[in-house]
Structure formats: structure tokens, C-alpha cells
């Protein structure tokens, strides 16, 4: 079992950042692949980054290309989301997510349905 915690979410103005973490526990962290997802209501959860095992390699959905960056640091199994220049369309539930996998490729990675442990949740609310 892997138990996964974000933080840092809240309400921001447009334009403005925030940086969420996810804290995992329970399972080797640093072998393993880590993403972020976000679902609005009535939405479907949609993709927004992964990064690998070793943070050498991130993929991100292109509406937050140049905007937002995920990192990690294994040696506090935390993964992080640098979130700039934040728009209201980024307003949404938040979802760090855990893929038993070193490095799943973009065509898996963008599945919800390929990840196996998930966060609860943290919201992020952009006014404009």
C-alpha cells in the first residue's frame, strides 16, 4: 500500500503560483514514476504531468507547458508542482497519483485508469 498526501493548495489571483507537494509513505518511493492529475465537477480527470523514477524525464499536457513543472526528491518522497502564471481554467481538484513503473510512456501516463495509488486531493481555485 502507498499512502499519498498533497498540500499547498488554495485560492489564488491569475497570474499568480502556487506549489503543491505529495508526501508518500508506505512503499519504495524513488523507483517509481509520480504524476499529477486534476478533475473539475462533472469532468473527467485529466492528466496534467508525470515525472520518472529519477526525474530525468517529464511530460507534461500542453495547456501547462511553460507554466507548471513537476520535480521530486527522493530523499524526502515528495514530488512537487510548480504552478505559475496561473489561469481560472487551472481551477480544479488536484491529484498526485503513483504509477508502479520506472518510467511509463506519455500514451500511459495520460490514462488515469494506468495509475495505481492516488492522494485525496488538495483544490486549487484561480480567481480572475
Known amino acids: 500500500q502507498v499512502q499519498l498526501v498533497e498540500s499547498g493548495g488554495g485560492l489564488v489571483q491569475a497570474g499568480g503560483s502556487l506549489r503543491l507537494s505529495c508526501a508518500a509513505s508506505?512503499?519504495?518511493?524513488?523507483?517509481?514514476?509520480m504524476g499529477w492529475f486534476r478533475q473539475v465537477p462533472g469532468k473527467e480527470r485529466e492528466f496534467v504531468a508525470v515525472?520518472?523514477?529519477?526525474?530525468?524525464?517529464?511530460y507534461y499536457t500542453d495547456s501547462v507547458k511553460g507554466r507548471f513543472t513537476i520535480s521530486r526528491d527522493n530523499a524526502k518522497n515528495t514530488v512537487y508542482l510548480q504552478m505559475n502564471s496561473l489561469k481560472p481554467e487551472d481551477t480544479a481538484v488536484y491529484y498526485c497519483a503513483y504509477y508502479k513503473g520506472a518510467t511509463p510512456p506519455p500514451t500511459i501516463a495520460t490514462m488515469p485508469t494506468a495509475w495505481d495509488y492516488w492522494g485525496q486531493g488538495t483544490q486549487v481555485t484561480v480567481s480572475s
Open positions: 515525472i520518472n523514477w529519477s526525474g530525468g524525464n517529464t
Open positions: 508506505g512503499r519504495t518511493f524513488s523507483s517509481y514514476a
